[in-house]
Each structure stands twice: as C-alpha cells, then as structure tokens.
C-alpha cells in the first residue's frame, strides 16, 4: 500500500509539474546565472568536457571558481533538448528531493495518509525559488536546486551518525562536502556555518572534525583550485563593502530586514493595497521566511513536544537555518548570502518530514489543529496563486539570435547594461566586458553604479579592452546617455529586444 501511495504522488507531482510549465510563458525565467550555466555547458562541450580555467567569454579573464559540476553533467546532454527542456530541468531535481522525503518517511514508518498530507504540501506550498513552481524563477537553469539537493544530503548523512557513529558512515558526509563543494556556492557556506552551528547545538563535534578532514583532501588533491576559490572568495568580500554594498539592486539595506517594512506592511492591509502588501513581504527576507512556509511553526513546536531522539534531530536541522536565517537579515551580514536560502537548502527538509512525524506521533491536538489550519490555509493561497498566474504562452526556452547578428561571433562587446553581459554573451556568442565582484578595486574604474557604466571614459575603456560593438537591451535605453555613446559608436542595426552599434575606426579624444 506505501509503495503504492508513493508512486502515485510522484505521478500527481509530475503531471503538475509539466501541466505548469506547458502554460508558462517564454523566457520568463531565465536569469544571468542561468544564462551564465548554459555558457558553461557550451565551453564543455567544446573543449571534450575539460576543467574549465577562467570564466567564459568574458573580456577580461579570471580564474573560475563559480561550481561546474551540474554544468558538466549537462554537457553529455544535446544542447538542442537543453534549450527545449530547460524549464523542466529544475523540476527534475525537485523530484529526486521530493524522493529524498519519501524515502525519509518510509523510513521513519509515517503513515499513507501523513505521507499524502505530506505531499500534497511538498507540491503546492509556495515555498522559495527552486520548489515554487509557480514563480518564474523557477525556469531558470540555475544549480541552486542541485546544490540543495547535495546540502539536504549532506545533513541527512550527519544525522544519521548522530544515531550510528560508524566511522564507515563517517565517509559519506566527507564525500558529500566535496560534493558540495563543486557544485554550490551558497552551499558550501550552508553546510560550513550549518555544521558549526548544529555542532554547537547538539553538543557533537564529530560533524566538524568531519568538515575540517574534507578540507584537508580537497587541499591535498586540487590544490591549486583550493587556493584560487578561497582566494577569490576572500576578494568577493573585500569587494563588497568597498565597492558594491550600496551600488548592486541585491545588496543595498532595501533587502535586508527592517521594522518599516512590517509597518509598511500592515498599512497596506488595512488600506485594502494587495500589490504593494505583496512587494513589501516578497522584500524583506524575515517576512518572506515566514510566509512561504507559514506551517514550520506549528511543526517545529510539535518536534518539541514529540521528545524523541528523531525529533530532536530534526529541530536541531530546523534551529540551525533559523540561526543563520536570522544572523545574516541585517545588510552587514547579508554578504553570506540571501538569508532565506538557508531556509531553502536545508530547514525545508526537517520541516515537510516533520510534518509527517507530528501528524503521526504527537499527542497535542492543539498543535495538530494548527498545523492543519496553517497547512490548508497556505495551500490555500498557494493554488490561487498558480491559478492567476498561469498564462497560455509558450514553454520557457532560450533565446538564440546568433542567426541574425552573425558577424558579432567572437568579438569584443560592451554591453547595456552590464547585468545582461551574460545573456548577450549566450545569444550572440561574443566575449562581453563584464564587472566582477571578484575582480581587484583598479578593475572597476568603468564602474559607477550597477548595472550602468562610467560614461565619461567610454572612450578609453573600449580603446583598452579592443571593443568593436556596444550591444544595449533596450528596455535599458532610458539610461544610456546617448551623446557619449554617439562620439564613438554608429548604430548598425536593431530589433525589438536588442540595438547593436559598431565602434569608430578612430575612437575621438
């Protein structure tokens, strides 16, 4: 009978899952960075799938450190289905999570009814990013979801040796950080702090000991790209309170928590503003954390009360994202990463198995009816929520363009604005000048504010870098400062998405 409720959510999951994305429309949900991963599988495949040493088609070269694992699986794939399929390819690795769940309370003996509340709520809930389905980042080929995947993995793997210390078992977590760390930035600083923390917690230091043995053979077996990621990283963080904190959309204090934000908040419900209600949760990552999975609280108080060693270790995973949730709301921290990502990559997990382990062993029918109540309630909105947005467009793919520009193949591009250098670089297939985070201070003298660049040495960066064309998406016209552009550049050509301008033969002084 299990075995047979599994099978058939599974089905239910996928049937849903393709239902939505036939319905979703074009391109909606392709960002930089899955623009940047298709870059990737492409210079894969190029080069017979070998480590790739700097960044691809970016004008100035810098050593990769951005994780390439998924890339590389990718490439063994036909970069025609790749194109096609591309808005499936997250739902794909939400599935072997969503099996993950399944087994983990199979395990744990949950009942078929617990399983299908379960899974009902794995599938509707409009939970962050990667398993909500119904936001259009969902479409884009990122490998959050992978390295989610990797870093539930990897906690489960310490869980189970806080039950079994099995120093055989004790090489599954190690083989997991390597893992991780090949495959998610975010990840690696997921597990680093996590373990730390739930170390901390749960008075066991194996975990830690265990992190610090995995950086020793990543030391002694990839050195030199050991030594180029940590130092890269270093120079991400230098860079960021010198040069970015106020400059890049994602980084200013608008994004960090703030109590205006819970009056702004409660004003707009009382003034009847949906939209503005809507923006102002959706900004600020506390309010976020709490309404794209309003159940956890309810579930992690019936782990509380539960009291067995199963539940205890399940709160300690929930406890430790809240930990790193809540240190890093605040825009000095907020370097660490988008703080309800740790929610995402390893607090959902003990949450939707704790869901089940409460339905199934608590006592407390108070704690029952809430979950319950908070369970229905967000399902709920959940299924409003994917009902007003699904459009009938077409699937979400990739742009290709490459036939109707072909003469900007491998040439030097300056791109507006500078966020869509990746995207110009795939559809175009040219080099782009882009201004990384990880680059030295000196590097971003063509810098004022993100995305935009420095429009006074135009001339002088495009005479460095050997620019022959200057490519502005147009829905970024009302920035650009024409009178500089038309010192240097000729508009040649354009159409509804892009405007292509062709340098001078002699750049004017």
């Known amino acids: 009978m299990k075995l047979f409720v599994d099978i058939i959510v599974v089905i239910i999951y996928?049937?849903?899952?393709?239902y939505?994305?036939?319905?979703?429309?074009?391109?909606?949900?392709i960002t930089a960075d899955g623009y940047l991963s298709m870059l990737f599988v492409k210079e894969f495949?190029?080069?017979?799938?070998?480590?790739?040493?700097?960044?691809?088609?970016?004008?100035?070269?810098?050593p990769l450190i951005y994780p390439t694992l998924g890339a590389k699986i990718l490439s063994f794939v036909n970069l025609n289905n790749?194109?096609?399929y591309v808005g499936l390819m997250n739902s794909f690795i939400d599935l072997l999570f969503f099996g993950l769940i399944l087994g983990t309370l199979n395990y744990l003996n949950i009942s078929y009814i617990n399983t299908i509340i379960v899974s009902f709520t794995f599938i509707l809930l409009p939970t962050i990013f990667g398993l909500n389905f119904s936001s259009p980042m969902h479409f884009s080929l990122t490998w959050r979801d992978l390295g989610r995947l990797i870093t539930t993995m990897y906690f489960i793997s310490i869980a189970v040796i806080y039950f079994n210390n099995n120093i055989l078992l004790m090489t599954i977590p190690i083989l997991l950080y390597i893992l991780v760390f090949y495959s998610s930035l975010f990840g690696l600083q997921a597990v680093v702090?996590?373990?730390?923390i739930m170390s901390i917690l749960s008075l066991n230091y194996i975990p830690i000991f265990l992190v610090i043995i995995?950086?020793?053979?990543?030391?002694?077996?990839?050195r030199k790209y050991y030594y180029q990621y940590h130092k890269s990283r270093y120079g991400f963080f230098k860079n960021y309170y010198i040069n970015i904190r106020h400059s890049h959309p994602g980084t200013t204090g608008d994004s960090a928590f703030s109590f205006q934000h819970i009056a702004k908040a409660i004003g707009y419900i009382f003034k009847f503003r949906y939209k503005e209600l809507k923006r102002t949760l959706f900004s600020d990552p506390l309010l976020r954390g709490i309404l794209l999975l309003i159940i956890q609280i309810p579930v992690a108080i019936g782990l509380l009360l539960v009291n067995t060693e199963v539940s205890h270790i399940l709160l300690y995973l929930y406890l430790t994202s809240v930990i790193l949730w809540l240190l890093t709301l605040n825009s000095v921290l907020k370097i660490f990463g988008e703080p309800d990502r740790y929610l995402e990559f390893f607090g959902y997990f003990p949450i939707l198995v704790g869901l089940g382990y409460v339905l199934n062993y608590c006592k407390e029918d108070v704690i029952i009816y809430l979950v319950y109540f908070t369970m229905f309630f967000q399902i709920g909105i959940a299924i409003f929520q994917i009902f007003i947005s699904i459009k009938a467009k077409s699937k979400v793919g990739i742009d290709d363009k490459l036939s109707l520009y072909p003469y900007l193949?491998?040439?030097?591009?300056?791109?507006?604005?500078?966020?869509?250098s990746r995207k110009i670089s795939y559809v175009f297939d040219c080099n782009t000048l882009r201004a990384s985070t990880m680059l030295d201070p000196k590097e971003f003298s063509f810098i004022t504010t993100y995305p935009m660049p420095n429009w006074i040495n135009l001339g002088e960066v495009c005479e460095?870098?050997?620019?022959?064309?200057?490519?502005?998406?147009?829905?970024y016209n009302h920035l650009c400062k024409f009178d500089i552009i038309d010192k240097y550049f000729n508009r040649i050509d354009a159409d509804k998405n892009y405007t292509i301008y062709q340098i001078r033969d002699k750049i004017v002084g």
């Open 464 to 475: 460095k870098y050997k620019i022959r064309y200057l490519v502005i998406t147009n829905k």
């Open 45 to 62: 495949q190029r080069n017979g799938r070998k480590r790739i040493k700097y960044y691809p088609y970016e004008i100035i070269k810098q």
């Open 20 to 29: 939505y994305w036939s319905k979703t429309s074009k391109n909606s949900g």
């Open 193 to 196: 702090f996590g373990t730390i």
């Open 82 to 84: 790749i194109i096609k």
């Open 14 to 18: 996928i049937a849903v899952r393709y």
């Open 214 to 222: 995995s950086n020793l053979l990543l030391f002694a077996f990839d």
């Open 409 to 420: 193949k491998d040439e030097n591009i300056f791109p507006i604005s500078m966020s869509e």
